[in-house]
């Protein structure tokens, strides 16, 4: 188990660029899959990228390819989410996640608000 803190989040304008990180807690986390998710008020929730335990993999969901990316820092026990040319349509409240097979470790969640 491992207890995952997200920062980062704010307000910004649409065209802007925000970077959340999600910083953990444990040696174990270094060897997690990592990944964001968002959610929306009255939406569900949704995937948004993710990072595999050793950095070689990331994977993005259609919404914001080319306009987010994923990095680990390990030294920092930290995953970043950079978040360029953001959208009103991006606002929600965005969380990360880690595990082994599955996403069992949460976050509490940092809201982001892009206004147009």
Not at 33 to 56: C, D, H, L, M, Y
Not at 62 to 75: C, H, L, M, N, W
């Amino acid at each position: 188990q491992v207890h995952l803190v997200e920062s980062g989040g704010g307000l910004v304008q649409a065209g802007g660029s925000l970077r959340l990180s999600c910083t953990a807690s444990g040696r174990t986390f270094s060897s997690y899959t990592v990944g964001w998710f968002r959610q929306a008020p009255g939406k569900e929730r949704e995937f948004v990228g993710g990072i595999s335990w050793n950095g070689g993999n990331t994977a993005y969901a259609e919404p914001v390819k080319g306009r987010f990316t994923i990095s680990r820092d390990y030294a920092k026990n930290t995953v970043h989410l950079q978040m360029n040319n953001l959208k009103p349509e991006d606002t929600a409240g965005y969380y990360c996640a880690a595990g082994i097979g599955r996403y069992d470790n949460w976050g509490q969640g940092t809201q982001v608000t892009v206004s147009s």
